[in-house]
């Protein structure tokens, strides 16, 4: 029964799926599925995503019409075409017993925005310190019953820090998919430049709101706040801001996460770093990850990469959300042009085109952060 339940969600109970699958030849399709695809329709099937099915299994009829056998492509067309698409407009399709999002007081409304992702840990290309790191964090927040019956508390104030495009952001809506809880983004630009005055008080509201409605809460770039209290040019209501959100975290114990990230370590408050329970370093891809970043992306396409050396040398200097952003260019090219197959070509015109543009964002982005830095404590 469980089987013809998970079935429905794809628009197929259990006879139609017997009777397709009889008159498919499974030899064939397996022959003609590469085995990112059949990951890539696996893990879609599981996870409900019912977009990402179709495509991968349409790529997979495409193949078989290339290669002639056109029954075959047809009989699996047909297949998608008889299946009900499901609606995508629910965030919680797919997401059983995940924690209800609680709706904001009408006050905060425009300071927070609420999702449910589907992100998992298994999505990220992450150094091994990283994943093993996070998934102890995922571990404490579910086995936290067993914790607190021995007076332990699980890890709940995370500290991100890395260059942007590095995977601060999609940290945070993993370890929401991973726990099932919904990611709260609270707008910290909104809070202190709408509440001149008043952003202490907001700030609190935000974190009563936090005590009692479970969630991973994601205080993006949290330096808006937590610069240094001595900072030349700071003002006083930055300095009662940051006073307040120090008190109101280390007295957080709600269930969920409450998750900082930052680019700039060096403008945070050294007051900072020890009421946070984690500090996790992020920094550019590291040898081989270009490779796993573009084939987790481009897993429903044919790759034709014979060289990845070349492909880490041109991804040198990009960040993982660059170089994703760069296959996907490579995989627009092709689909507009009606192929198939991604070439090695491809992906280093749209990586060098990315460098290219990167280059003078990155030199300025530098300066202004020369220009922001405290004085230093030497000098």
């Known amino acids: 029964m469980r089987s013809g339940r998970t079935l429905e969600k794809f628009g197929l109970n259990g006879r139609t799926a017997r009777s397709g699958a009889s008159s498919l030849d499974s030899k064939k399709i397996g022959s003609l599925a590469t085995a990112t695809q059949i990951k890539a329709l696996i893990d879609s099937y599981g996870s409900g995503d019912d977009a990402r099915f179709r495509s991968v299994a349409m ?36 997401r ?26 298994a999505d990220m290309v992450l150094a091994d310190r990283h994943r093993q790191m996070l998934e102890t964090l995922v ?15 699980p890890r709940r104030r995370i500290l991100l820090v890395g260059p942007p495009g590095c995977g601060k952001t999609m940290t945070a809506a993993a370890l929401a998919g991973q726990c099932k809880l919904p990611l709260i983004e609270v ?10 005055g008043e952003t202490a008080t907001r700030l609190f509201q935000i974190f009563e709101v936090m005590g009692h409605s479970p969630g991973v809460y994601l205080f993006d770039e949290f330096d808006a706040i937590g610069a240094v209290r001595d900072a030349s040019g700071d003002v006083g209501e930055v300095r009662r801001v940051l006073n307040s959100f120090l008190q109101f975290l280390e007295r957080y114990d709600g269930q969920g996460f409450v998750v900082a990230a930052t680019n700039l370590l060096s403008l945070l408050d050294h007051a900072l770093h020890r ?91 530098d300066a202004a952060r020369q220009r922001t830095a405290p004085p230093s404590s030497d000098s």
């Open 59 to 94: 790529q997979i009829a495409a193949a078989a019409a290339k290669k002639g056998q056109q029954r075959l492509a047809d009989q699996l067309r047909e297949m998608l075409e008889a299946m009900p698409r499901q609606p995508t407009t629910s965030p919680t399709a797919g």
């Open 96 to 121: 059983a017993r995940a924690v209800p999002i609680s709706k904001p007081p009408e006050s905060l409304e425009e300071l927070v925005v609420a999702s449910y992702p589907n992100t998992k840990l």
């Open 139 to 153: 571990k404490e927040y579910r086995d936290r019953d067993a914790l607190e019956a021995y007076g332990l508390t």
């Open 187 to 196: 707008q910290l630009h909104s809070l202190m430049s709408r509440y001149l």
């Open 275 to 365: 009421r946070f329970d984690a500090i996790i370093h992020y920094a550019l891809p590291e040898p081989g990850d270009a490779q796993h970043l573009i084939e987790n992306r481009l897993s429903a396409f044919t790759l034709s990469v014979d060289d990845w050396e070349a492909i880490e040398r041109a991804s040198n200097g990009l960040s993982h959300a660059d170089i994703v952003a760069s296959a996907e260019a490579a995989a627009r090219h092709i689909v507009l042009r009606g192929g198939e197959c991604i070439k090695i070509s491809v992906l280093l015109d749209c990586l060098t085109e990315r460098s290219a543009v990167r280059s003078p964002l990155t030199a300025a982005s």
